[in-house]
């Protein structure tokens, strides 16, 4: 797939079509997924003007990129002119209903996916919004909002096919732009703080998104774990219209419908995540935590609930709600499988989604990890390291990189958080400016994922080093990455 570099400034409105139109090729920005992730909002109005068309291209492209496991799959586009169906094999546009129908008449763009499950648009629905946002620059401009109230609109004029199960309403609107803040910290220390800005840009990640059910069975580090939680259901820097603390993924009246009901599954036993504070359900509280639930491996337990969950991955998320019923809670689990398969593919690991879950497989693996009785699985996400190789990458800074560590340390110790994208013995030394060997902090086999390690500024023989700045190596392969810290205390 060819991704061309493009600015926004530059691009053209969607002109008035007669037949079909062909939109651009999708541009790749600089943002990283975790960051479009941690940035996102809603903006439900106050749109003036026009979007370039390429907004729309990206967006299109983007939701048409995501599986989906329906028989169908429509999209439709209202704008000032027109009603139109996109065929996202030749990325064309074509007219399905004369004349401006739009729910809201400042808006730019209003997408609407049609398509028989719930699960299946809010994967669409995710991918759109996030595609619509990274056209942020310090100040964004490129705004939008699901909206039930659209989608209602247009089912009733806009004629489709199949019922469009969401409306994406676009417009142009200030908005605060993409926002690196960390609020995702744990309150008991159960997990590490998550990455809120990654390596890999949204586009590029989302051209090679294929999800993979081979795993080697091998256990991630808490840090992917952290950082899969996070990308599924963590809280945002922003506050919602009524107050709350926002997430990686929007929620019909900001209900939050997933709160407390996402499930880890691991060697280890079976845990709860909060995002919440405890007791857990104050909406307008952040945190990022593990409640332990269950001991012990559960995992062949969940694994012979249903043949479709893939039966060699070491952890699985359990996404659960506790009404399948309505559009709300099941849009909401594709939103946050969405993240959850760019989230692995960001890793550099395997993640596979057994979605949609059947009447039988709901209650199987609801007794499997004796799960509460008012709470439905609808979703099993199983994640590890990829037994089938992993993508090609040029360059060694794809295969191991540094992704967070301080320059200056004062007291305390040091913490350097690494990403491996391909298992292997990973070697971590200090050194000093001349060269010399301080202290061998690490060397150790390693599954792909995020790791971290600890410096506490003492030598081999365990004597706190001189002030100064060392040199610290981090080797995997024939890959070598540095990283220099100065003591100063
Ligand atoms: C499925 C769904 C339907 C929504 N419908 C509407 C709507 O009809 N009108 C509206 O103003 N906002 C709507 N929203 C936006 C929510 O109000 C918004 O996502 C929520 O307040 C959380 O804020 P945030 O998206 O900024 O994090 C909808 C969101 C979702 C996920």
Redesign the pocket.
Known sequence: MLLLLLTIGSAAQLPVLTRTESLPAPVVHAHSFELLANS???V?SGFDGTLPVQVLANVLWAMSRVPYSGAYREFYVATADNVYRYDPDTRTLSIHLAGDHRYNSGSAYEIGVATPRHEDAGMSIQAGLLAAIAFWTDTGEVVC??????TDYANSNWQPAHPIL?VNVLGRAPARGVDSTLVAISSDSSLPAPLVNGIDTFEILLAELAPDSQFTGIPPSLETVSQLLWAAYGVTP?R???N?Q??TV?????GYFLTGKIYLVTGDGVSRYWNRLPPGNNLATRDHRLEPLLSGDWRPALRSASNRIPSTAPLYLIICVDDTST??TM??AG?AVFNLLMQTRALGINGYATMPLTLTERSAVRNALMLPANEFPVAVFAAGEAATGIRERSGGENVLRIVRAQPAVRRGSLRIEYLLRRAGLVRAEVFDLAGRPVKVLLEQQQSAGYHSLVWDGTDSHHQPVRRGTYLITLTTGNVTVRHKVTWSR
């Open positions: 996102r909002y809603s439900h909002c699901p909206m039930k109230w659209a969401m922003h919602t219209s009524n709350r926002g997430l929007p929620s019909a009246i900001a559009y709300r849009q909401e939103f």
